[in-house]
């Protein structure tokens, strides 16, 4: 990640370092290096939960990487949330840090969500709410035929996904193939394809 070159598969378990990239996106948001990005990432993911009409039980996040912070504004609106990664270190990194002993530390992006809706709540019972609904981190491979490595899942109602699917192919046809294959295999919607 230091050396600036675009990272492709394995590398992310060998190169990423998700410190130097929690650190520098998502810790200040005022001198964020991408220029405020998250911030307008964050509000725009919100607001589109916020009209009520994305919802349901089951939510998958695709690529959630080392934060998961495209599925916090989802939180009052889904019962159950699946996160995934290509990344072991991502997953490790994600686990440690809901669940473990991390040192990571998201009060940032939990404070500006709540910033966003209700200020009255503590950023803490956000991400405790966001706790209660992870049913669980799973490896994910947007470029293989069995996208889920061998682990079996219900039908989602919503997916989302953020610099992952958009970011897995290198090429129109192949992001064609992955949207197909999610849309075939775990996502509840009328026949479009």
């Known amino acids: 990640m230091a050396d600036g070159r675009l990272l492709r598969d394995e590398d992310y378990n060998t190169h990423f370092d998700p410190d130097t ?3 520098t996106y ?12 998250m911030p307008f990432v964050l509000k725009g993911v919100h607001d589109v939960f916020k009209t009520g009409d994305v919802k349901g ?29 290509f990344s072991a270190v991502n997953r490790k990194y994600l686990y440690d840090a809901l669940f ?3 040192k990571q530390d998201y009060s940032s992006v939990f404070e ?40 079996y899942f219900p ?5 989302t996904t953020s ?15 992955i949207a ?3 849309y075939q295999n775990i996502l509840k919607l009328v026949d479009i394809w």
């Open 155 to 159: 039908l989602f109602d919503v997916i």
């Open 57 to 85: 039980t089951r939510l998958l996040d695709i690529g959630t990487g080392p934060v998961p912070y495209s599925v916090i504004p989802a939180v009052p609106f889904v019962q159950d949330i699946y996160l995934t990664d």
């Open 163 to 177: 610099l992952c699917m958009d970011v897995a192919p290198q090429d129109v046809d192949t992001y064609g193939k």
């Open 100 to 102: 473990g002993s991390g």
């Open 21 to 23: 990239y929690v650190e």
């Open 26 to 37: 998502y810790t200040d948001f005022d001198n964020a290096v991408v220029g405020g990005m």
């Open 180 to 182: 197909k294959g999610i």
């Open 112 to 151: 500006f969500l709540v910033n966003l809706n209700d200020k009255s709540q503590p950023w803490t019972k956000l991400s405790d709410d966001l706790k209660d609904k992870i049913c669980g981190i799973f490896p994910c491979d947007l470029l293989q035929d069995d996208i889920f490595k061998g682990s």
